[in-house]
């Protein structure tokens, strides 16, 4: 499945998570900086939050 990540695209296996979209875009430790992550409609996101093909996702 594919997702963006600060529309940086990302391919991914089904059922992976928040955390792993991070890890793959190499932005999990913007996380540690105090930094947050928010789905396409401005709404904050867990990083366990599940993920579906085509998401986008921002970390700000």
């Given at each position: 499945?594919?997702?963006?990540?600060?529309?940086?695209?990302?391919?991914?296996?089904?059922?992976?998570?928040?955390?792993?979209?991070?890890?793959?875009?190499?932005?999990?430790?913007?996380?540690?900086?105090?930094?947050?992550?928010?789905d396409e409609?401005?709404?904050?996101?867990?990083?366990?939050?599940?993920l579906?093909?085509g998401?986008?996702?921002?970390?700000?």
């Amino acid at each position: 499945m594919k997702v963006y990540v600060n529309d940086q695209e990302v391919d991914l296996a089904p059922g992976m998570t928040v955390r792993h979209a991070l890890t793959a875009a190499g932005l999990i430790n913007e996380i540690d900086k105090g930094k947050k992550v928010y789905d396409e409609m401005g709404n904050e996101i867990g990083l366990g939050g599940a993920l579906t093909d085509g998401l986008r996702i921002n970390v700000r």
